[in-house]
């Protein structure tokens, strides 16, 4: 899935967003994430620097969300996840990392497949499923 204009924009605009996991038992995790980028095939990547917990759940359960705001715009992106270490995605994300600072080991990298974004806004249209 493409990710709409106004999505993106907020994606890329804003240098921090909020990466929630869960456990395979339900117990939810939320971060921050500010390695973030969008590919040109659609996949958000995040780069693990310092994952803990966040890394735990993913080897559990690959759903995932992001929450993105932007003033009083705000969205709530839903997709899957894969988490590589080596190969090509990977190398790519690395060197990304790399060209940002070298202080980041760029550990590992999660490949998300958005299946859905919701409104994440106040008002009559909250919630509302947008792709
Ligand atoms: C502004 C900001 C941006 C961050 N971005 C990332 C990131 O892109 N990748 C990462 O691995 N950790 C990032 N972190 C660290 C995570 O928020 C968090 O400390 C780390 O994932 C460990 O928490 P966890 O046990 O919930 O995974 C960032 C922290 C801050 C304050």
Redesign the pocket.
């Known amino acids: 899935m493409l990710l709409k204009n106004e999505v993106v924009e907020i994606f890329n605009g804003e240098?921090?967003h909020q990466f929630a996991t869960a456990s395979i038992d339900g117990i939810p995790?939320?971060?921050?994430?500010?390695?973030?980028f969008i590919r040109e095939d659609g996949k958000i990547v995040?780069?693990?620097?310092?994952?803990?917990?966040?890394?735990s759940n993913l080897k559990e359960n690959p759903e995932v969300s992001i929450l993105i705001r932007q003033g009083r715009e705000s969205y709530q992106i839903k997709g899957t996840a894969i988490y590589l270490t080596e190969g090509k995605e990977y190398e790519e994300a690395y060197k990304w990392m790399k060209a940002i600072g070298d202080k980041y080991p760029a550990r590992g990298a999660i490949i998300i497949t958005v299946h859905s974004v919701y409104n994440s806004i106040t008002g009559p249209t909250a919630g509302d499923k947008v792709q």
């Open positions: 240098m921090c995790n939320i971060c921050n994430v500010g390695a973030k995040v780069v693990d620097n310092y994952m803990n917990k966040t890394l």
